[in-house]
């Protein structure tokens, strides 16, 4: 049965940093990313990295957040810096076996205080 599990998220003053995880289980997959949604928006897409490190960002977090996954422990990572109060948001882990998600976490809050 697979499983994500997203960690990580909190409470940050703005220009902090925060390093969200998320720990797959029951399978390999080939894409992985994260989404976030704000209270009344969308879902929206924040980043994404294949098996083989390719990386896609939102122009809204291009450099200030980064992607990584681990292979072996089967775990995703969004280190997150300069945040800004507009980055508030439930963040989801997401994950596929082609390039698009099939699974998705419950979620994790991430709020940016000003």
């Known amino acids: 049965q697979v499983s994500l599990v997203e960690s990580g998220g909190g409470l940050v003053q703005a220009g902090g940093s925060l390093r969200l995880s998320c720990a797959a289980s029951?399978?390999?997959?080939?894409?992985m990313g994260w989404y976030r949604q704000a209270p009344g928006k969308q879902r929206e897409l924040v980043a994404t990295?294949?098996?083989?490190?390719?990386?896609n960002y939102a122009d809204s977090v291009k450099g200030r957040f980064t992607i990584s996954r681990d292979n072996a422990k089967n775990t995703l990572y969004l280190q997150m810096n300069s945040l800004k109060p507009e980055d508030t948001a439930d963040y989801y882990c997401?994950?596929?076996?082609?390039?698009?998600?099939?699974?998705w976490g419950k979620g994790t809050l991430v709020t940016v205080s000003s």
């Open positions: 990295i294949t098996s083989v490190g390719s990386t």
């Open positions: 029951g399978s390999i997959f080939r894409f």
């Open positions: 997401t994950a596929g076996y082609g390039l698009s998600p099939n699974y």
